[in-house]
C-alpha cells in the first residue's frame, strides 16, 4: 500500500519542481499546497484521496473555498506548526506519529523503545500545547474587563509572529 | 476543588487514555462520571478533544514535505493530472 501522503503528492505534480527548488520553509510549503489544491477544486478536478485523508484535513481546503473563512485555515495551521515546533523532540515524535502517520500507541512505544504509559504521557502533554496554540493559553486568569476573544488575538498575533 | 490547569491535566490524561486504545466500558463509565461532575470538566475535555482533532491537520504539511523530497524522476508523466 503506498504511503497516502506520497499518493497525494503524486496529484500535485506541477508544483512539484518549485517546491524542489526552494529551501523549504514552511511557510513556502503552506502557500504552494494551498494554492495548488485550491486551484484544483477550482478546477473541479477529482483528487483521489486515500483512506486516512478525512475532512478534518480536507477542510484545510474547503475553508480556502469559502471566503469568509478562509482566515482560519491559514491561521490553524500555522499555530499548528508553531506548536509542534516548541515541545520537546520525543513529545514532537509522539504527535508525528500518532496524529500524521497513524501509528497505533503500542506501534510508537514499539519504534522509540519506550512504554506506552510513557507514549500516553506525551499526547496528555501534546494535547494542552495544542490547544494552547490553538485556542489561546490557560495558563493565566484573563484580567478583569479584557474579553476572551482580545486574550485570544493577543495570543495568535504572538504565536504568528514569534 | 481543582483549578482549572488541574482539571485540565486529569481531562488530558483522560483523553491520552481513551485515545491510547487501551479503554473498557469501565472507563467510560468513569469518564462520563467525571465529565458529569462539572460544567469545567466538560469544557476543558472538549477542548482538549478538539486539539487533538485538529492536530490531524499536520498532514497537510507532511504531505508537501514529502513531496519536496521527491526525487523529480520518481514522478511519471503518466500520473499528472493536467
Given at each position: 500500500v503506498p504511503?497516502?501522503?506520497?499518493?497525494?503528492?503524486?496529484?500535485?505534480?506541477?508544483?512539484?519542481?518549485?517546491?524542489?527548488?526552494?529551501?523549504?520553509?514552511?511557510?513556502?510549503?503552506?502557500?504552494?499546497?494551498?494554492?495548488?489544491?485550491?486551484?484544483?477544486?477550482?478546477?473541479?478536478?477529482?483528487?483521489?484521496?486515500?483512506?486516512?485523508?478525512d475532512l478534518d484535513e480536507l477542510n484545510v481546503l474547503v475553508d480556502e473555498i469559502s471566503p469568509q473563512r478562509s482566515v482560519g485555515a491559514d491561521e490553524v495551521l500555522r499555530a499548528l506548526a508553531r506548536a509542534i515546533d516548541n515541545p520537546p523532540p520525543r513529545c514532537r515524535q509522539v504527535v508525528w506519529m500518532r496524529r500524521v502517520e497513524n501509528h497505533s500507541q503500542k506501534e510508537v512505544a514499539k519504534r522509540l523503545g519506550i512504554g506506552e504509559a510513557m507514549v500516553e504521557?506525551?499526547?496528555?502533554?501534546?494535547?494542552?500545547?495544542?490547544?494552547?496554540?490553538?485556542?489561546?493559553?490557560?495558563?493565566?486568569?484573563?484580567?478583569?474587563?479584557?474579553?476572551?476573544?482580545?486574550?485570544?488575538?493577543?495570543?495568535y498575533a504572538q504565536q504568528l509572529t514569534n | 476543588m481543582h483549578n482549572s490547569l488541574q482539571i485540565e491535566e486529569i481531562a488530558a490524561k483522560w483523553l491520552a487514555r481513551k485515545d491510547s486504545g487501551n479503554w473498557s466500558s469501565a472507563d467510560e463509565a468513569e469518564l462520563t462520571a467525571w465529565l458529569e461532575a462539572a460544567t469545567a470538566h466538560r469544557v476543558a475535555y472538549i477542548?482538549?478533544?478538539?486539539?487533538?482533532?485538529?492536530?490531524?491537520?499536520?498532514?497537510?504539511?507532511?504531505a508537501v514535505a514529502a513531496l519536496a523530497e521527491m526525487p523529480q524522476q520518481a514522478v511519471s508523466p503518466a500520473t499528472r493530472i493536467d
Open positions: 504511503d497516502p501522503a506520497l499518493v497525494f503528492c503524486g496529484t500535485m505534480r506541477s508544483c512539484h519542481a518549485a517546491v524542489a527548488r526552494s529551501p523549504s520553509h514552511k511557510s513556502f510549503l503552506f502557500t504552494t499546497s494551498r494554492h495548488l489544491l485550491v486551484d484544483r477544486i477550482r478546477r473541479q478536478r477529482v483528487i483521489s484521496f486515500e483512506p486516512g485523508w504521557k506525551h499526547v496528555a502533554k501534546a494535547m494542552r500545547r495544542l490547544a494552547d496554540a490553538l485556542f489561546g493559553c490557560q495558563c493565566s486568569e484573563k484580567p478583569k474587563g479584557e474579553t476572551g476573544n482580545r486574550v485570544r488575538e493577543d495570543h | 477542548r482538549l478533544e478538539a486539539a487533538w482533532r485538529r492536530a490531524r491537520r499536520l498532514k497537510a504539511i507532511a
